[in-house]
């Protein structure tokens, strides 16, 4: 079974360009979960996907960070105009479903992407 | 509101030895506790979890966790570590019950780095 994949594994961008960050789940998986690390600090949950619907974008730092996932596929992260603090690892996390006993979910990662602004 | 504290940014262990990696939390609500690896060039792998039962809890490559309410700590350890357990650690926490809410809330990561 293919794991989480992400696109590209490396972006170095101009401040004020844009950026497009690509993250295919787990086939079959409903969940799909963005997050950034920051250079030397910790990750921090960006928004959570159920199907196709926002379930959860309270971590979305501003307007410049544009999340979509058409057809509850894969999932897009767009990040117009980037500025230099956006600069870090993005990583998207897939899981299946959530435990109805534990209402918790396993969350498989992908490799990150990491975002360089120059 | 969660947060999560490791708090050794790396720990350098000779091969063989045994290893512990630090993690404590704060929450006014019960959480799930989660300790994930990032092996050099991958991404996040689960090493284990608690959500209930007993404290300790074993998971891959030799790894276990203990969770201690009281002290609102969930340590990892591993009796013998090999080079190939250099890697970044990080403990992550999630809410119970998470009413919808099911996001990870991270640690700053523990580098172990393994002296041959």
């Known amino acids: 079974e293919a794991g989480v994949t992400q696109f590209p594994s490396h972006s170095v961008i101009e401040k004020g360009q844009t950026v497009t960050l690509r993250c295919d789940p787990i086939?079959?998986?409903?969940?799909l979960y963005w997050y950034r690390r920051v250079m030397g600090k910790e990750i921090k949950f960006l928004l959570h996907?159920?199907?196709?619907?926002?379930?959860?974008e309270s971590g979305m730092p501003n307007n410049r960070f544009l999340a979509e996932r058409t057809g509850g596929t894969y999932s897009t992260l767009k990040v117009q105009p980037a500025e230099l603090e956006d600069s870090g690892v993005y990583f998207c996390?897939?899981?299946?479903?959530?435990?109805?006993?534990?209402?918790?979910?396993?969350?498989?990662f992908g490799p990150g992407t990491r975002l360089t602004v120059l | 509101a969660q947060s999560v504290t490791q708090l050794d940014s790396q720990v350098p262990v000779f091969e063989e030895a045994p290893v512990e990696l630090r993690c404590n939390y704060s929450?006014?609500?019960?959480?799930?506790l989660f300790w994930y690896v990032q092996y050099p060039n991958q991404g996040l792998q689960l090493l284990l979890k608690?959500?209930?039962?007993s404290t300790l809890v074993k998971g891959i490559n030799g790894f276990e966790a203990e969770f201690n309410k009281s002290q609102t700590s969930f340590h990892l350890r591993k009796p013998s570590v090999h080079i190939s357990d250099t890697a970044e650690y990080f403990c992550?926490?999630?809410?119970?019950?998470?009413?919808?809410?099911?996001?990870?809330?991270w640690g700053a990561g523990t580098k172990l780095i393994i002296k041959p």
């Open positions: 929450s006014s609500v019960s959480v799930y």
């Open positions: 086939s079959g998986h409903d969940n």
């Open positions: 992550a926490v999630s809410q119970v019950p998470n009413a919808g809410n099911y996001q990870l809330i």
């Open positions: 608690y959500l209930s039962g």
């Open positions: 996907f159920v199907k196709e619907s926002k379930q959860d």
């Open positions: 996390a897939s899981s299946q479903s959530v435990s109805r006993e534990y209402r918790t979910d396993t969350q498989y």
